[in-house]
């Protein structure tokens, strides 16, 4: 692949919240290519993306799946990504690799929960988006109340492109209004195009109108040209948008029902048109012997990708790479630039969900599966050899559920070790650890669901028996108020050289994270002791007070201490700082932490009473209630620890009607639990 023909690759992720139609969006886009020959549906447990029998059985995407199909001369690299807020992960390591996004809404709902947390993390990492309002078919779909909630909750500028033609049940097709023509397909999926319906033509103007006034107060170009000829041309919205879009200064708006086939040659049109190619994006960039380079998307290029999935099996590696630039075969040698080892690469695989293709070769731009890398890691650089280049890793969210696990079988304690291990190395947002007072397994993970899907899959690919057992939220401790000069004085002797080090603390509090400053002057402490003690302070933050839980929210100032000419070491600074946090933190008052979460519940109105008083026995704090049609959607925050098994719960109250989600808020302070502190020595 020549550098100018990398203008016809996009690589995209499908974003939404659960049950926004996500993976039917995906199943419609390789039916409408012609990648796929049937329509699969997500009911029935036929779709291309959800291969995997657990998510054929809940009904949800649980890992991200890649796909490659092609459009109009253009190759398109699909990543079908989870909605579910226990897989957010997927979600964040699936963004780290992409150039652009659809985000698809519920016509119905709109913005929801998750929609508005992926949205974010795409802001996080720069990818421009457009939208899809799916569902229009749908009793109470409406499009400009979706776009209305893209305005208000995701604060961007929507620029609506089409018009749709009829609504609910009668939804048929829409205007393209750049080039005011319409769309309509019919009961079996086939569309045909042509102009406007006499009674959508004035609406369809005024609503041409509005774009071209939106784009003219975003962009010089259309502007210019609005302000002589007093409208914009088609040819000039599509440039103008396209730049919007990568520059996230706008969001396209475009709409349909994948259910229906209605919208997705439409929607595949404005991903190519709108969503930028590997050269559209900035070089990535990384270190190189520890100063920072670029690396443009160019196959000819030094060989540099990121892996950022692995799928790790009882036959062997399946390792997801992102190629950013270069080239790289099948049989060539790659450094790990993390580690410095290097590796084979024994075979390259272009990717449609469970299915491959063996190719010769990947290039700058590509997104492939590779077979032969024995110790990469998600987040792993993969590089030439003679150009060795380090990217950043997707970052890793903190787990905050954990469970204990053991194996029933009396001589499956082997074989259940080396499971966790393998699950570990897929999805980095579950940890293993032994607990040191019990001696259990500890497998801890995102959320209830994100644990019962990683125990069922242990179950099924090995065999095993696994008992489990409750959940147990991570709780962390933060300082309420510090103490300020706290002095602490190590000295060790035990013949030969001795240690020495004198340190004096300040510690408060603070918003969240950790801070370390020194105010010493004078060279009372040298630098490299400095910094010793603040290895030790973070040495120190493993286990707090309360209840030997992580420590976060707290400053820490080195404001004075001493050293001995012959007896002071970044060892003995290192344990003075460890030692001295630790009788700090037992001086200052300190409170528990626990895991919140935001839950939004959709009920009917009749039933809206008794789930409000649930949630406030469940120490739920009520953030707003609104009606829409016949039901009530209740938004509050949770503590975690509370919504194990709250689905059961509201089945019950709601004969089964009632449906919420969740999404992480943070952490809050557990009532009444805090410490008096104590008087520093």
């Known amino acids: 692949m020549r550098t100018d023909q990398l203008n016809n690759v996009r690589n995209l992720g499908i974003l939404a919240h659960v049950d926004a139609g996500k993976t039917t969006v995906t199943e419609r886009i390789l039916y409408v290519t012609g990648t796929t020959h049937k329509r699969g549906e997500v009911h029935d447990g036929t779709t291309v993306t959800d291969f995997d029998p657990q998510e054929r059985d809940r009904g949800i995407t649980i890992f991200a799946a890649a796909v490659s ?3 109009d001369g253009h190759r398109i690299n699909l990543l079908d990504t989870p909605g579910h807020v226990d ?5 964040e390591r699936s963004l780290r690799v992409l150039d652009g996004a659809i985000a698809v809404f519920d016509g119905v709902a709109g913005v929801e929960p998750q929609s508005e947390a992926v949205w974010r993390r795409a802001d996080r990492h720069g990818v421009p988006r457009i939208a899809f309002v799916n569902k229009l078919d749908r009793a109470g779909a409406d499009l400009d109340t979706a776009v209305e909630s893209i305005r208000a909750r995701l604060h961007g500028t929507p620029l609506v492109v089409q ?6 049940d009668t939804f048929t097709g829409v205007v393209d209004l750049p080039r005011m023509r319409a769309l309509l397909w019919d009961d079996d999926g086939a569309f045909t195009e042509g102009p406007v319906p006499e009674p959508l033509l004035e609406e369809a103007l005024r609503r041409r109108r509005l774009l071209e006034e939106t784009v003219a107060e975003l962009h010089p170009v259309a502007l210019e040209e609005f302000c002589a000829e007093s409208a914009i041309s088609a040819q000039t919205l599509t440039s103008v948008l396209r730049d919007l879009t990568r520059t996230g200064e706008g969001v396209v708006v475009v709409c349909g029902s994948a259910y229906r086939d209605r919208g997705i040659e439409p929607l595949l049109d404005a991903a190519v ?19 920072p380079q670029e ?13 950022f999935k692995v799928n790790a099996t009882a036959t062997g590696r399946l390792t997801y790479v992102r190629v950013y630039s270069g080239t790289v075969r099948k049989g060539d040698t790659v450094l790990d630039a993390g580690t410095g080892r290097t590796e ?3 075979r390259i695989l272009r990717v449609r969900a469970d299915r491959h293709t063996e190719v010769d070769r990947a290039v700058a731009g590509d997104i492939v599966a590779v077979v032969g890398l024995k110790t990469s890691r998600t987040g792993t650089t993969l590089c030439a050899p003679s150009a060795p280049l380090l990217l950043e890793p997707p970052a890793a969210t903190d787990p905050v559920v954990s469970v204990a696990v053991e194996a029933r079988g009396g001589g499956d304690a082997d074989r259940l070790a080396t499971a966790l291990a393998r699950l570990v190395e897929e999805d980095p947002s579950l940890t293993v650890r032994t607990d040191a007072e019990t001696g259990q397994t500890v497998l801890s993970g995102m959320g209830e669901l ?8 242990i179950r099924r690919a090995n065999g095993l028996e696994v008992g489990v057992g409750r959940p147990q939220v991570a709780h962390r401790e933060t300082v309420a108020s510090g103490v300020s000069g706290l002095l602490y004085r190590h000295v060790k002797q035990d013949g030969g050289a001795g240690q020495f080090a004198h340190v004096v603390l300040d510690v408060g509090p603070l918003e969240a994270g950790f801070e370390f400053h020194s105010t010493v002057t004078g060279g009372r402490v040298p630098r490299e002791y400095v910094r010793a003690v603040e290895a030790g302070c973070r040495d120190a933050l493993a286990d707090g007070p309360l209840g030997g839980h992580p420590v976060t929210g707290l400053r820490v100032t080195l404001t004075d201490g001493a050293t001995h000419p012959k007896d002071s070491s970044e060892l003995a600074f290192r344990a003075a700082g460890r030692l001295a ?9 300190m409170v528990l932490l626990e895991p919140v979460v935001e839950v939004t519940v959709v009920v009917p109105g009749e039933t809206a009473g008794g789930v409000l008083g649930d949630l406030a026995a469940r120490r739920g704090r009520i953030l707003d209630t609104s009606a829409r049609t016949d039901t009530v959607v209740i938004t509050a925050t949770v503590p975690l620890a509370e919504v194990f098994g709250y689905a059961t719960r509201l089945r019950g109250r709601t004969q089964g009607r009632g449906t919420f989600t969740t999404r992480t808020a943070g952490y809050a302070p557990v009532p009444g639990v805090a410490s008096a502190g104590e008087p520093s020595r």
Do not use: M, T
């Open 163 to 168: 018009l749709p033609i009829g609504r609910e």
């Open 450 to 457: 994100h644990l019962e899907v990683a125990v069922e899959k």
């Open 581 to 589: 946090l630790r009788e700090a933190l037992r001086a200052c008052r």
């Open 87 to 91: 897989f957010s992960d997927e979600v």
């Open 344 to 346: 084979r690469i024994g």
């Open 69 to 71: 199909c092609v459009w």
């Open 273 to 291: 048109a709108y969503l930028p190619s590997p050269l559209d994006v900035p070089a990535v960039r990384g270190v190189q012997d520890g100063s």
């Open 295 to 307: 690396r443009a998307a160019d196959p000819a290029a030094p060989f540099s990708a990121l892996v």
